[in-house]
């Protein structure tokens, strides 16, 4: 017969092995568990760091691309801006070489070039037959031609003016800003001068009346047979085509196509006269203009913005544009662009491209403010830290979870083990 103790023991020894082996098997479930649930987090920060490397990447490549046509754009308006501009400049070339090559307008300055030799006064030039002959001629050509033709002037191989609209002007020898005019009379081809702030007193958009009036000249050689004798030219207002030409394919709220000189001064308006008005770059009075008054200079802050440059307008160097553009003078074909950024003569970042033109000594710029250009690029990229910010927080979230139910885990399974009593035995810890 078994005895009845021996039965009960080895019915308790089962039931310890049935037990430790239902905590085995639940210790390595629940491991496999507890492990899963503390790499929960790790899947969020790898995507985080994937991201990281794929949002450079693409950003990097974005950027590039976007730059490349900012560059294709800038170089194409920049080249339809001159085409534009030179079209017309010689339009104008046409006009005034037609005029003076008109068997009567040439007889009558060559006339009036003999009577320039007698050496008369100014008086007797200005009062003389041969210019209101030439007044006459001239008048059907007037009005017939564009409205910006706002009078002529004839000046003989010395520099001396021999017959203009305004009487001030008969009889002064190389007045300020007619160099161009003599460079026509010499070189024996017509030109378009550049704006130069007029000698005499002229009308200006305004209807005001003053010197220093910007004014061009469609100027062209007259010749007795082949030699030139003088030259004709037409004035023309700045104002009107010269700087609506410019513009004619600006983009955007803060592009624009301007042209300037060999010492950095503006020959065209600027599309920001309220701006530069407001930040001390012209006087702020009514029917103020800013061609011939601004310099195309770094202030090295952003006017705009508030800033407050450190040296006065006439020590401040040259934008970058403007000092490539005049010392390295590239032309139209081959533009100098830049696309990263640079200040312009408010201050303000902007991208742009800039051409010299060699027959006319002036260069052309367009330019656009960096914050336009690049508006599309900088919501993609806010975008993109944006996202990254909410992965990282769901990813702080997760681990924070993670430590949270770790935590409890082991509370638990430490009360398990406290209350595991198998009759005499106590179980002390799973295996």
Not at 321 to 337: C, K, L, S, T
């Amino acid at each position: 017969m078994v005895d009845s103790g021996d039965s009960k023991a080895k019915a308790r020894l089962t039931s310890i092995r049935k037990v430790r082996s239902i905590f085995a098997r639940g210790g390595r479930s629940a491991l496999s568990r507890s492990f899963v649930r503390r790499q929960l987090w790790v899947a969020p920060l790898l995507a985080i760091v994937g991201l990281v490397f794929a949002g450079t990447w693409v950003r990097s490549r974005t950027n590039d691309a976007m730059q490349q046509q900012h560059r294709d754009e800038l170089k194409t308006l920049l080249k339809a801006d001159v085409a534009a501009l030179e079209l017309w400049m010689d339009s104008e070339k046409d006009y005034v070489a037609a005029a003076s090559a008109d068997p009567e307008v040439r007889q009558a300055i060559i006339d009036l070039v003999a009577l320039g030799k007698a050496s008369p006064s100014n008086l007797e030039l200005a009062t003389s037959k041969v210019r209101a002959q030439i007044a006459s001629l001239l008048a059907p050509w007037f009005s017939d031609g564009a409205d910006e033709h706002r009078g002529y002037a004839v000046m003989d191989m010395s520099g001396r003016i021999l017959a203009a609209t305004e009487d001030n002007l008969v009889g002064l020898k190389s007045p300020t800003g007619y160099a161009d005019v003599m460079r026509a009379a010499e070189s024996g081809k017509p030109l378009v001068t550049r704006p130069f702030p007029s000698t005499a007193e002229l009308p200006d958009e305004f209807g005001r009346v003053s010197t220093e009036v910007p004014t061009m000249f469609a100027v062209a050689p007259v010749k007795d047979g082949d030699k030139p004798v003088a030259a004709l030219g037409f004035r023309i207002r700045p104002q009107d085509d010269f700087t609506t030409i410019l513009n004619v394919a600006r983009t955007g709220k803060t592009g624009e196509t301007y042209a300037f000189d060999k010492d950095g001064l503006l020959l065209s308006a600027s599309r920001f006269e309220d701006q530069l008005k407001e930040i001390g770059l012209m006087k702020d009075r009514p029917n103020e203009r800013s061609t011939l008054e601004v310099e195309i200079r770094d202030p090295g802050v952003d006017l705009v913005a508030g800033g407050r440059p450190a040296l006065s307008p006439s020590k401040r160097p040259l934008t970058r544009m403007a000092a490539d553009a005049i010392d390295r003078q590239p032309p139209v074909d081959d533009p100098g662009v830049d696309v990263v950024g640079y200040r312009d003569y408010r201050g303000v970042d902007v991208i742009g491209a800039w051409c010299w033109l060699p027959e006319y000594d002036f260069g052309v710029a367009t330019e656009v403010d960096t914050a336009e250009a690049f508006l599309p690029f900088n919501i993609l990229r806010s975008s993109f830290w944006t996202l990254i910010g909410l992965l990282a927080a769901g990813s702080l979230l997760l681990l924070g979870v993670t430590l949270v139910a770790r935590r409890m885990e082991r509370r638990m399974r430490e009360a398990v083990i406290a209350a595991g009593q198998l009759g005499q035995y106590a179980l002390e810890e799973k295996i």
